[in-house]
C-alpha cells in the first residue's frame, strides 16, 4: 500500500526529480503542474502528502494552501512547501496559513526525504513496520490482516481500506462524502448510503467478540474511530 504524495510543480526538471526520487523511496506519486490542478487533484485522490511549490500558475501555493485547508473536505492533507531561498515572508505566512513545514530550493534529496517522513509520521500514517494499531485494533498491511486483540478480524477490501482510512486519524469524524472519495475514489458512483452499510457491517465485524465499540457515529458529522462513545444508538444514517 504505498503512500500518495502529490508533487505540485511547475518545472519540469524539479518534477522529474522528485518523481524519481519519491518513488524510490517507495511512495506513489502524483503531479500538478498548477495550482488549480493541485486543488482537483487532492480532493479526487486526498494523497498523503503535499509537497508544493510557492511560485506556481494560475493559483499560488498559498492559495493552494489556504484552500486546502479552509475549504476543502481534506483539511488536514500535510503540505510541505517549497520555496526559494530568501522569501523568508512566504515562509512565515505558509506557516500560519496551515502548512506543516517548509524546505528550501535548492535542497539535498536526503533532507527532503527525512522531512517526508518527518510529516508523515506527525500524521499518523502506517509506521515503518507496515502496522497501524488503535486501542486493541491492529491492522498488519503486509499480512493484509486485522486484530482485535487477539481475535483475528476477517474484513472484506472494502471494510478493510474503510478501516485503514480511520485508523491513520484516529478521533477525526471523517464525513461521508470523504470517506466515499478516499475508500472508493471519486470515479466511482455509489450513494452516500453505501458508506453506512459498509461501516455497519465494520462495526459488526470489530465488536463479533463483545468488544467495546469505537467506532463513533457523530450526528450530522459523519463517523470516527473513538473510545468517547458516538450517537449511537441511533441508526447509523442518521444524519
Ligand atoms: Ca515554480
Known amino acids: 500500500m504505498a503512500e ?22 517507495g511512495y506513489e506519486v502524483l503531479v500538478a503542474e498548477d495550482g488549480e490542478k493541485a486543488v482537483a487533484v487532492a480532493e479526487e485522490e486526498c494523497p498523503a502528502l503535499i509537497l508544493l511549490d510557492w511560485m506556481l500558475p494560475k493559483m499560488t501555493g498559498i492559495e493552494v494552501c489556504r484552500h486546502i485547508r ?20 512566504d515562509r512565515v505566512r505558509g506557516l500560519q496559513l496551515g502548512a ?59 471494510e478493510f481500506r474503510l478501516l485503514r482510512y480511520l485508523m491513520s486519524k484516529p478521533k477525526q469524524v471523517f464525513s461521508r462524502e470523504e470517506l466515499l472519495r478516499s475508500v472508493w475514489g471519486a470515479s466511482i458512483h455509489v450513494e452516500l448510503r453505501t458508506v453506512d452499510v459498509h461501516i455497519r457491517r465494520l462495526r459488526k465485524a470489530l465488536n463479533e467478540g463483545g468488544e467495546a465499540d469505537l467506532l463513533r457515529t457523530v450526528r450530522a458529522a459523519g463517523y470516527s474511530l473513538d473510545t468517547e462513545p458516538g450517537d449511537s444508538d441511533d441508526e447509523d444514517d442518521d444524519f
Open 4 to 25: 500518495k504524495i502529490l508533487v505540485v510543480e511547475d518545472e519540469p526538471a524539479i518534477v522529474t526529480m522528485l518523481k524519481y526520487n519519491l518513488e524510490k523511496e
Open 70 to 89: 479552509h475549504k476543502s473536505q481534506y483539511t488536514n492533507i500535510p503540505i510541505i512547501m517549497l520555496t526559494a531561498r530568501g522569501e523568508e515572508a
Open 100 to 158: 506543516d513545514d517548509y524546505i528550501t530550493k535548492p535542497f539535498s534529496l536526503p533532507e527532503l526525504n527525512a522531512r517526508i517522513k518527518a510529516v508523515l509520521r506527525r500524521a499518523g500514517p502506517v509506521d515503518d513496520k507496515g502496522t497501524l494499531d488503535f486501542e486493541d485494533i491492529h491492522m498488519d498491511f503486509t499480512a493484509h490482516k486485522v486484530w482485535r486483540g487477539d481475535r483475528e478480524v476477517s474484513l472484506g477490501p472494502t
